[in-house]
């Protein structure tokens, strides 16, 4: 595969999503992205801000197998060259994973694994055996191992970045660590979908009509 065919992918991706969001979600999001961009003022660097980031996180996952591509020069000549090319496809990604069927799919799989079959369980489900928990995070990998386009993969090397990618999980493993992140998670979540949540005024307004409720 080469880059003109990842731009091609990049270009088909946006087109499914423009046609899946509709034509006024779209010009929204773009009238939106032209006052952002009037408004802040932004500068390349800005421009691409999650694919710095991005990058930033591969550089640590990366720094045992590939320390050459961790040094400065390398970097920012991959940010320059590659910096537009990363954040459309970070955009492309994220604006799918985020889209309407994906948080239909999303739900389901919430609504089975809380409610299997409909019903609250009357008892807490067995905990898992060592070799479930070993298949799924099998699993997670081999998805992991599809996430970056195949020409990344090959230059990169697949068994270096599957080691890389492996630890990246093992980080993942304690479960404190764990239950603190995805608190993070719903904590984020509920500010962006309920912004007046972290409005004091509000709060005590909601403690009181459930404290009402309780009587």
């Known amino acids: ?29 773009c009238e939106q992205q032209g006052k952002d961009k009037k408004t802040s003022g932004k500068t390349h660097g800005t421009d691409t801000a999650v694919a710095d980031v991005a990058l930033n996180i591969l550089c640590l996952l990366m720094k045992d197998q590939w320390s050459w591509l961790c040094t400065e020069n390398i970097q920012k000549t991959i940010r320059l060259l590659f ?4 954040e459309r496809w970070l955009d492309v990604g994220v604006a799918h994973l985020t889209s309407a069927p994906c948080w239909v799919i999303y739900l389901q799989v919430l609504q089975e694994a809380v ?28 998805c992991l191992m599809q996430l970056l386009p195949e020409l990344i993969t090959d230059m990169l090397g697949n068994e270096k970045y599957r080691l890389s990618l492996e630890t ?28 007046e949540s972290c409005d004091e005024a509000f709060q005590h307004s909601l403690l009181q009509s459930l404290a009402k409720d309780t009587y």
Request: charged share 25%; net charge negative; with cysteine.
């Open 1 to 29: 595969m080469s880059l003109s065919h990842l731009e091609s992918f990049v270009r088909e991706q946006e087109r499914l999503l423009c046609g899946l969001n509709g034509k006024e979600t779209t010009k929204h999001r």
């Open 83 to 86: 910096g537009t090319f990363i």
């Open 115 to 142: 409610w299997p079959g409909g019903t609250l369980p009357a008892q807490p489900q067995p905990e898992r055996s060592t070799a479930e928990k070993e298949k799924t995070k099998e699993q997670c990998l081999n």
């Open 168 to 195: 990246m999980l093992e980080s993942l493993q304690d479960h404190q660590i764990n239950k603190h992140l995805i608190y993070c998670i719903c904590d984020l979540l509920l500010e962006f979908l309920i912004p």
